[in-house]
């Protein structure tokens, strides 16, 4: 376990499905308890003197999925899933890389943010309201439609109806509380088994 002894732990924030470096904090032991209570990255602000939440202001947290302690026991390493860009300038990380490795991660992503942010206008939060019933049924309409396209020779219908099933699919995944992630680790296993 790491020794805090009252000083702060320099916290590297890596994305957990992209392996991105989004950003450097620093955490005290009482923002570390906080963060694993609540499961978002809370840092020790120097600036402010006080705990902060990442996102408290712009609601693009940072949900760990994984904490680990570097050999010395005095740097962590959190792998979190941000919920939109990292930095207060709006970049994707605080380098000003962009964290789209690969684009289903980003708009799983987008997904859950339109849905945490109750986002009226949106589509996907409209769907989301309806419940799981609904987005099942949608994304039933979506394979049959593909089916059909399947079956004839226009490749832009095709792929369309196919974006429009991932994309259903996607909100599904979201509504069981699952990831793209989780899907791709169970793949991962059969492959290797195979």
Not at 148 to 164: P, R
Request: proline content about 2%; hydrophobic content about 35%.
């Amino acid at each position: 376990m790491i020794n805090f002894k009252g000083r702060l732990i320099p916290t590297i924030i890596q994305d957990s499905r992209t392996d991105k470096v989004l950003m450097l904090g620093y955490m005290n032991q009482e923002a570390y308890q906080k963060s694993i209570e609540e499961k978002k990255v809370t840092f020790y602000s120097r600036s402010k003197k006080r705990l902060w939440t990442k996102g408290e202001i712009s609601k693009n947290y940072l949900f760990i999925k994984k904490i680990l302690i570097d050999c010395d026991k005095d740097t962590l390493l959190i792998k979190a899933k941000p919920t939109g860009p990292i930095c207060h300038k709006g970049s994707d990380t605080c380098w000003k890389e962009i964290n789209r490795n690969n684009f289903l991660f980003f708009l799983e992503n987008i997904i859950s943010d339109r849905i945490e942010k109750k986002q009226k206008n949106s589509y996907i939060y409209q769907l989301s309201k309806k419940g799981i019933n609904r987005i099942s049924q949608k994304l039933g309409e979506e394979a049959i439609e593909l089916i059909i396209e399947s079956k004839d020779d226009n490749k832009d219908l095709f792929l369309n109806e196919s974006a429009d099933l991932l994309l259903h699919y996607l909100i599904l995944l979201n509504e069981k509380g699952v990831e793209i992630q989780d899907v791709i680790k169970i793949l991962e296993n059969r492959h290797s088994k195979s």
